[in-house]
Nanobody, 126 residues
Framework: QVQLMESGGGSVQAGGSLSLSCSTS????????MGWFRQAPGKEREGIAA???????AYAKSVQGRFTISQDNAKKTLYLQMNNLKPEDTSTYYC????????????????????WGQGTQVTVSS
C-alpha cells in the first residue's frame, strides 16, 4: 500500500507562488500515475494535475499555464509549483496515486485515485 504525505501549503496573496511537496513510501510499483487534486469546503474534488512514469504532465484548464507538476523518482517525491495564485485556488490540496486501468489524466486524480495524503491547506487572499 502506498503512503503519501503532503507539505508546503500556506497563505499567500493573489499573484504569489507556493510550492507543494509529497513524499511517497510503500508499494509504489503498481502506480503509473501521480498527481494532485483539491477540495474546498462544500465543493467536489477537482483533479488539477497528473504526471505519468515517463514524466509527462497534464493539467486541468483551471491551472494550465500557472501550475507545474514534477517528480524526483530518486527521492520518491512529487512536487507542485503554483504560480500566479488566485483567490479561487484556495483549497485543501492532496497528492494522489492512480493505478491502471485508468489512464493518467488530471481529471482522474480527484475521483479515481486509490490513495491520497492527508492534505495541505492553501489560502490565497485578494
Amino acid at each position: 500500500q502506498v503512503q503519501l504525505m503532503e507539505s508546503g501549503g500556506g497563505s499567500v496573496q493573489a499573484g504569489g507562488s507556493l510550492s507543494l511537496s509529497c513524499s511517497t513510501s510503500g508499494y509504489t510499483s503498481s502506480v503509473h500515475c501521480m498527481g494532485w487534486f483539491r477540495q474546498a469546503p462544500g465543493k467536489e474534488r477537482e483533479g488539477i494535475a497528473a504526471i505519468d512514469n515517463r514524466g509527462r504532465g497534464a493539467y486541468a484548464k483551471s491551472v494550465q499555464g500557472r501550475f507545474t507538476i514534477s517528480q524526483d523518482n530518486a527521492k520518491k517525491t512529487l512536487y507542485l509549483q503554483m504560480n500566479n495564485l488566485k483567490p479561487e485556488d484556495t483549497s485543501t490540496y492532496y497528492c494522489a496515486a492512480l493505478r491502471p486501468p485508468y489512464y493518467c489524466a488530471a481529471e482522474h486524480m480527484g475521483h479515481l485515485s486509490h490513495a491520497w495524503g492527508q492534505g495541505t491547506q492553501v489560502t490565497v487572499s485578494s
